[in-house]
């Protein structure tokens, strides 16, 4: 089956730095993956979606210059925090597909994120 | 814009009984996907079910199984047999059509924390 790898797991980043979280599919080619948020017991929130060989698409009230994306290739997006905050603490999750997604949507092992 | 809720914060089961988890949605659309996903301890998302908006008949998966109720706009999610490992986070998902060319956002809801007691 579709898998996707994540890195990295978790990190930790002192504030003003910045980290680069990758989302790879291993097993397939994705022109298009997903970058969520979720905290503690809530749910998932879509931050953007990641166009290979173009711009992301931000979902509104996303920072576009604080989350940078890029997906340069078919297999690799890639998050970077930057200048981050401790509010940036959160845990991020990738997803992405085989196909156009309509039998769901492979999600990577996500990274937590703690910026002390 | 389409909007997921579910309205059971958490529930339990005891081991071996079933157990039904609620979702409704809003939406314009007539054919969209929907699906269950479960989110274990270690956080991994996992797939549990989809459906077709436009098939009739209800989603099964081993001891999974889906209530789609379209005009009521409804997705419940039963788990019969319950065992220790559907202990989770679960969560329903609306994914626009998309036209058949692109790819559909997924919307959801809020989860449900499923414990299962022994």
């Known amino acids: 089956g579709a898998v996707v790898s994540q890195h990295p797991s978790w990190v930790i980043c002192k504030s003003g730095t910045s980290v680069k979280i990758e989302c790879r599919s291993l097993?397939?080619?994705?022109?298009?993956m997903f970058w969520y948020r979720q905290f503690p017991k809530q749910s998932l929130m879509l931050m953007a979606t990641?166009?290979?060989?173009?711009?992301?698409?931000?979902e509104q009230g996303v920072e576009k210059d604080k989350f940078l994306i890029n997906h340069a290739s078919l297999t690799l997006s890639t998050l970077t925090v930057t200048s981050a905050h401790p509010e940036d603490s959160s845990f991020y999750i990738c997803?992405?597909?085989?196909?156009?997604?309509?039998?769901?949507?492979?999600f990577g092992s996500g990274t937590r994120l703690t910026v002390v | 814009a389409q909007t997921v809720t579910q309205s059971q914060p958490e529930m339990s089961v005891q081991e071996a009984e079933t157990v039904t988890l609620s979702c409704t949605y809003d939406?314009?659309?007539?054919?969209?996907?929907l699906f269950w996903y479960k989110q274990p301890p270690s956080r991994q998302m996992i797939l549990v079910i989809r459906?077709?908006?436009?098939?009739?008949q209800n989603a099964t998966e081993n001891r999974f199984s889906v209530n789609f109720q379209k005009a009521a706009k409804s997705f419940s999610l039963k788990i019969s047999d319950s065992q220790l490992g559907d202990a989770a986070m679960y969560f329903c998902?609306?994914?626009?059509f998309g036209g058949g060319t692109s790819y559909g956002k997924l919307t959801f809801g809020q989860g449900t924390i499923l414990t299962v007691h022994p």
């Open positions: 998902a609306y994914r626009t």
């Open positions: 097993d397939f080619q994705a022109t298009t």
């Open positions: 939406t314009s659309e007539s054919d969209y996907y």
């Open positions: 990641s166009n290979e060989g173009s711009k992301a698409t931000y």
């Open positions: 459906q077709e908006a436009y098939k009739q």
């Open positions: 997803s992405a597909a085989q196909g156009l997604g309509v039998y769901g949507y492979t």
